[in-house]
């Protein structure tokens, strides 16, 4: 049932996207004459490579710069880049992923080979499903590149601020997941787009009927300021730039 509506709701995705994929494909080569697409690897199911496909947003080569977090005031995101991550079309891309079914519309977001090494043991059930576009973290998180924003070391901030959440709520959707929170997921994402804290109330909701532990939904209702706090599976904050629980 998963693979047949993962399947049905991307071929119909594309083809709905299409014409505004098409307009910022153009407007993406004409910055700098090259690729509108990143080719990204990413670890997918069982700790599967995977390549994914996204609009790019960034400068050729932003990749190479070492670091993995991006901020929305990172120098690297071209103007064209802005606009696309405001509308999350790098996004939208990536259901042809879902199409030939190395992702799903729901799951845990996938990661590049050398955050996933650094997963924990209790991260690594996050790799027992397929990766997604959407999940619990994604409606939370959907800030990501304000939070990040102004941190002396976006890599570092990732692991200490967002990690760890997004660790606790993936791990939340691998056990709980189903066809009918997957529905739900989808439909909050959107609702996140016009309304975030609308979207989060609701969340708390699916949350709490699902059996969450309050820190939890507390967690996921992003009322409190986000403090360094250890990923799942670990008794220390991250401190160094690779990643390293110390």
Known sequence: MK?????????LGLAFFSPVILIFMFLVWKQDYHSPFYIALRTGKNGRQFKMVKLRSMVINADKSGVDSTSNTDIRITRVGHLIRKFKLDEVTQLWNVLMGDMSLVGP???VERE???YTKEEKRL???KPGITDISSIVFSDEGEILSGKEDPDIAYHQLIRPGKGYLGLFYVEKGSFLLDIKLILLT?????SKEKALV????VLKSLGAADELIEMASRKQELVPSPPPGALNIVTSRNGVVD
């Open 116 to 118: 996933t090494d650094l």
């Open 127 to 129: 790799l027992s499903v």
């Open 3 to 11: 693979r047949l509506f993962d399947f049905i709701v991307s071929f």
């Open 190 to 194: 959107f609702l996140a787009i016009l």
């Open 109 to 111: 977001s996938p990661n």
């Open 202 to 205: 609701l969340l708390g909701g």
